[in-house]
């Protein structure tokens, strides 16, 4: 049987790891696969300075046209990224009637209702494993593994940089620019690195995890993202004496009022499994009402592990090859025509406890009128901290961990608590969640 031919589309740190782990492993693969697995064609911006794989063999161009058009070509690998030429490429080759394989979450998150609806007119799949969490096979575990379940909620660590960044600045007491300079020279941190850090880059991927999960239409632009640039030594601290450690999530649960879609930094128990992900490493918590709690861990960014999703992703589709359109695995999970438009719910209608971190001077009557301010809200206290002050009359931080309330009532509060007197500078609230 001739061997399947494959057009790669990029090739920078993920590209490079996909030309090496198919050519690593090509025994193993074609065993999988049951054929052979070619890559016989490049493209990159530029081919002045050296690749990190072997390309012989490989005919390079600069013209990624030239692969998309190229009649041998059955399977093109996207790794340009972006939502630019990317997508249009990638519009280029379905039309071409080549099935894609694809690691760019924007482009899924932002454009993915479009591109699966014309695949699936031309009878052929996106694949997009390592779209989400790089090497961890999620996508597949929810969407094929955990099919016999009512999905509940999910709620990951999906970026590498940004927890990077929290560990360190727990364990070593480091700077956060300082520390976001080395995941850059790493390669972890995305290519405009505020992706990383306000949350972007994590609500591309919750968003499409979301979709799967919940058999919705792709909706990133009603992701709620709140990123970690405003977290403080002070603040992991504090979280670190009451037993909790502030992680990056994102999360989305089904309720009965709508879907909760939001990323932000999070209180979570020091206890849970998924508090101890630690560095460059990403994990995702699903809940399954037959299943209960399941975890995925492993490496979110990184050449080879990102290109062992990408490689799995061309094996399946090899194996799919000759399966009727109609009868292989929805894009989604559901069927198209079986995504149902469940309200995503605003973030001020979400259900939540509360870290406040509050500085206020030293005098008497400040805690009554924070406390008073609470209660006309409906927030009920669970845990008071208050610290000395470093010196007579200065500023006390007052930490305060709250009951669960609707998310408007709580932004009510603290916009009248910052406008007392007594109280410098804005209250810093993180979101909290027992993962219970
Ligand atoms: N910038 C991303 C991260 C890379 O840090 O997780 C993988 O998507």
Not at 237 to 254: C, M, N, V
Not at 272 to 283: E, H, P
Not at 411 to 433: F, G, P, T, Y
Request: net charge negative; charged share 25%.
């Amino acid at each position: 049987m001739q061997s399947v031919k494959v057009g790669v589309l990029g090739l920078g740190t993920v590209g490079s790891g996909t030309v090496n782990v198919l050519r690593r492993n090509l025994k193993e693969i074609t065993r999988r696969a049951g054929r052979d697995i070619e890559i016989t064609r490049a493209a990159d911006r530029s081919f002045d300075s050296p690749k990190e794989c072997d390309t012989n063999g490989i005919a390079l161009t600069t013209d990624a046209h030239d692969i998309v058009c190229d009649p041998s070509i059955q399977i093109v690998v996207e790794l340009i990224g972006g939502t630019g030429i990317a997508r249009e490429l990638v519009l280029e080759a379905l039309a071409n009637g080549k099935h894609v394989v694809t690691a760019n979450k924007a482009l899924i998150a932002m454009h993915g209702n479009e591109l699966f609806a014309k695949a699936q007119e031309k009878g052929v799949t996106i694949a997009f494993e390592a779209a989400v969490a790089g090497g961890i096979p999620i996508i597949k575990a929810m969407r094929e593994g955990l099919a016999a379940n009512t999905i509940e909620w999910l709620a990951g660590i999906i970026n590498g940089t940004g927890n990077f960044i929290l560990t360190e600045m727990r364990d070593k007491a480091r700077d956060f620019a300082d520390v976001l300079t080395e995941a850059q020279a790493l390669g972890y941190a995305e290519a405009d690195p505020t992706f990383d850090v306000e949350g972007i880059d994590a609500a591309h991927k919750l968003t499409i995890m979301a979709s799967i999960a919940f058999g919705i239409p792709l909706q990133f632009d009603k992701a709620y993202t709140e990123g970690i640039s405003k977290i403080s030594q002070e603040d992991v601290k504090y979280a670190s004496e009451l037993g909790y450690r502030i992680k990056h999530l994102g999360i989305s649960k089904k309720t009965e009022q709508g879907i909760e879609l939001r990323v932000h930094p999070t209180l979570i128990p020091h206890r849970r499994l998924i508090a101890n992900v630690d560095g460059v490493m990403n994990a995702v918590l699903v809940q399954g009402d037959a299943v209960g709690p399941t975890l995925y861990y492993g490496a979110g960014a990184g050449s080879d592990a990102t290109a062992s999703a990408v490689v799995a992703d061309i094996i399946d589709i090899v194996r799919a090859l000759t399966t009727d359109p109609e009868n292989r695995v929805p894009h989604l999970a559901f069927q198209p025509d079986a995504l149902v438009d469940t309200p995503i719910l605003d973030m001020s209608e979400v259900v939540t406890s509360y870290y406040l971190r509050i500085h206020t001077e030293d005098k008497p009557g400040v805690l009554a009128d924070i406390t008073r301010i609470l209660s006309e809200q409906e927030i009920s206290i669970e845990a008071i901290l208050q610290k000395e002050p470093e010196e007579q009359g200065g500023i006390v931080p007052v930490i305060m961990l709250t009951q669960q309330v609707i998310e408007k009532n709580m932004n009510a509060a603290i916009k009248q608590i910052e406008a007392l007197q007594s109280v410098q500078d804005s209250v810093m609230r993180i979101r909290m969640e027992s993962l219970g």
